[in-house]
């Protein structure tokens, strides 16, 4: 048997740093800094409203447990055109877990479609919108957009993030209506 490492889309969401990230990003606007401090924030990801409504919803229905799903848009664009929501197969509240095949098989489609994978979300039910140690160990794609909804707070709480060298970047996410 093949011995490996690497970790297999097993998340375990205890918060490394509680209490923290309380400032929305939703309603934040372009530019406008992070007050309360924490990951500093200079870039964008953009998201159609229709995927981001359908996203909290999607997460919302997954309730209690966490709910996980990719997002696509177009080839050469980091933009969120099209949700998918991909069952958690740990049907846990505090860990998601996306099998090998089932990534295999939503990528196939998205790239059939003529999309590239662009973001990747899951909900937190009971923790902030911050990545858990394991979140961060376990991204096998640490430049595609990270998207954590947290229902800690109504509304939800959404942030995104990327892990590119090494290095946690918090994004505004920026909302738009017209493809
Ligand atoms: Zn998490």
């Known amino acids: 048997m093949k011995q490996s490492t690497r970790c297999r889309g097993q998340y375990t969401d205890e918060p ?9 990003t939703r309603y934040k606007k372009k530019h406008e800094s992070d007050k ?11 998201i159609h409203e229709v995927v981001y409504e ?9 309730l209690p447990n966490e709910a996980c799903g990719l997002i696509s848009g177009p080839a050469g ?4 055109h ?4 991909l069952p958690n197969e740990a049907k846990q509240k505090n860990r998601f877990l996306l099998s090998e095949d089932t990534v295999a098989e939503a990528l196939e489609e998205i790239r059939r479609k003529g999309d590239q994978l662009t973001g990747i979300f899951h909900s937190h039910p009971t923790k902030v919108a911050y990545p858990s140690a394991m979140d961060i160990a376990c991204n096998p794609y640490p430049g595609v957009a990270y998207i954590i909804i947290s229902f800690t707070d109504s509304p939800p709480d ?8 090494n290095k ?3 994004l505004d996410i920026v909302l738009f209506r017209n493809k």
């Not at 490394?16 to 929305?24: E, H, K, P, S, V």
């Not at 309360?36 to 964008?44: D, L, P, Q, R």
């Not at 099209?82 to 929501?85: A, D, I, M, Q, R």
Request: with cysteine.
């Open 158 to 165: 959404v942030r995104c993030f990327t892990m590119k060298d």
């Open 82 to 85: 099209t949700l998918w929501k």
């Open 54 to 62: 359908e996203m909290i919803a999607y997460c919302r229905q997954g």
């Open 168 to 170: 946690l970047q918090q």
């Open 16 to 24: 490394i740093a509680f209490g923290i990230y309380r400032c929305r």
């Open 36 to 46: 309360e401090g924490g990951v500093k924030s200079s870039a964008f990801f953009y």
């Open 77 to 80: 664009t980091d933009t969120g």
